[in-house]
């Protein structure tokens, strides 16, 4: 009689196998003892549907001994279908051994492989199985075995049986395909490493790592110039300049083997810090516009071998933006412009244009490189900018109240030489920008 303790243990040593070997190791599967002979249920669902397997077992009295391979089987254990549940008989009795406890191990063997093998490949020729890691000097690599060809984590072991194997390695693009012999031995592990000479590949990737660097953003850079529409009324002619102190991009071009778009996310730190000049009645004024702290975000599609690009993209920021006038001497009464008066515990104080809000943009972009690494575009697109609009206030009157020689709050004063909107940015306006930059 086979205790539940045999059955029990062959799950169990053949889950710990399968957490170490995936390629090729069957993760499911229950043996039971009935009447004389095991009736072993195999799960082959989390193999390829559109493969075909042969299917192996082994099994051994205990740790002190070797695996032997089952030969007295019955059932779909031969050229059976990936994705596919199958009941094989094991009849002890046929080779000679006795209905005891067993360890057993299985591997489902992929037949699409089988012209790896350099001698022909026989069922009842294989007697063991081995193991061998794949591992290469570039990413993005996979490997031929036969007629089947896959990509393997270098954390992978390869069950194969036993013999001389030629495996073919595809690395990504720019470079030749590499084939190698290794041998497997009996229950053994070996490795085999492909290296290709770095050094004598072609410029992709040369010219990937570029375009990868200009995209994951850097310190300083870049510098725009733009030109804005749909304007105040009172305000014409107006342009901007803007630096970068921090920005930084995440995408997928780094480990690109071939030329294609990429999602990308990012953040920046006073990422836009933005001198504007414009025309007030033919006076020309300036103001600052500074995103604090934004993130960036859209889709990016290289062209003509990474020499250039075409980026759609958004971003959201938090923003303070000056007013044109924060005073105004108008008759020789000199104006305050003042977005909020408070009086707390005997102290008054009063607030300019200078306070936090958001801003959003949304462009298109069109980028050239320039030399090694450095890019211009040209983009266009919309702002919108949400800004804490004030009031005029005459100005002696406001220091007054904050010196409480005034009780109440001054009233708010409309003239005509008084800007009525006094922001260069409000709501939704229209740009052109044109960027310099080695870094996007």
């Known amino acids: 009689m086979v205790s539940a303790l045999a059955r029990i243990l062959a799950c169990l040593v053949l ?11 069957i993760s499911s599967y229950n043996a039971v003892a009935v009447n004389g002979r095991y009736e072993i249920t195999v799960d082959l669902s989390s193999f390829d549907a559109d493969s ?12 002190s001994s070797n695996w032997e391979k089952l030969r007295a089987l019955g059932g779909a254990y031969i050229n059976t279908a990936g994705g596919s549940r199958v009941l094989i008989l094991w009849e002890p009795i046929l080779e000679l051994k006795e209905m005891r406890d067993y360890e057993f191990n299985a ?38 075995i036969g007629d089947h060809t896959e990509a393997y984590s270098e954390r992978t072991r390869l069950a194969l049986p036993t013999g001389i194997w030629r495996i073919t390695g595809l690395p990504r693009a720019d470079f030749n395909s590499l084939q190698q012999e290794v041998t497997v031995n009996a229950w053994q592990s070996s490795r085999l490493v492909f290296n290709w000479q770095i050094e004598q590949s072609s410029s992709f990737q040369r010219r990937r790592d570029s375009f990868a660097n200009y995209v994951s953003g850097g310190l300083i850079f870049p510098f725009n110039a733009r030109i804005y529409a749909n304007l105040p009324p009172e305000i014409s002619d107006l342009k901007s300049f803007s630096a970068c102190a921090l920005k930084a991009t995440f995408s997928h071009f780094g480990s690109q083997s071939s030329q294609r778009p990429s999602l990308y996310l990012g953040v920046g730190v006073a990422d836009n810090v933005s001198l504007m000049q414009g025309v007030y009645k033919d006076q020309k004024v300036n103001a600052y516009n500074l995103d604090l702290l934004s993130m960036h975000t859209g889709l990016m599609i290289p062209v003509f071998r990474y020499g250039a690009f075409l980026n759609l993209g958004g971003r959201a920021s938090l923003n303070i933006q000056r007013a044109i006038f924060e005073e105004r001497l108008v008759n020789n009464v000199r104006y305050s412009y003042i977005t909020g008066f408070y009086d707390d515990e005997g102290s008054r104080t009063t607030t300019g244009s200078d306070k936090l809000n958001f801003a959003g943009e949304a462009s298109a972009q069109l980028g050239i490189k320039l030399g090694k690494s450095w890019y ?3 983009s266009a697109g919309a702002r919108y900018s949400k800004v804490t609009y004030g009031q005029w206030y005459n100005k002696d009157q406001v220091l007054d109240w904050e010196n409480y020689n005034l009780s109440n709050t001054p009233a708010a004063v409309t003239n005509s030489n008084l800007p009525i909107e006094n922001y260069f940015l ?9 960027n310099l930059s080695p870094f996007f």
């Open 52 to 63: 075909r397997y042969d299917i192996f077992l082994f099994a051994r009295r205990d740790r």
């Open 376 to 378: 211009v575009s040209v």
């Open 107 to 144: 591997f489902a063997f992929n037949r699409s492989m089988a012209n790896g093998l350099l001698e022909p490949y026989l069922y009842d020729a294989v007697d063991s199985f081995g193991f061998v890691s794949l591992s290469s000097n570039t990413p993005n690599t996979s490997y031929t």
């Open 426 to 434: 409000a709501g939704i306006n229209y740009f052109v920008n044109v």
């Open 15 to 25: 889950f710990m196998m399968a957490s170490v070997c995936l390629a090729q190791q």
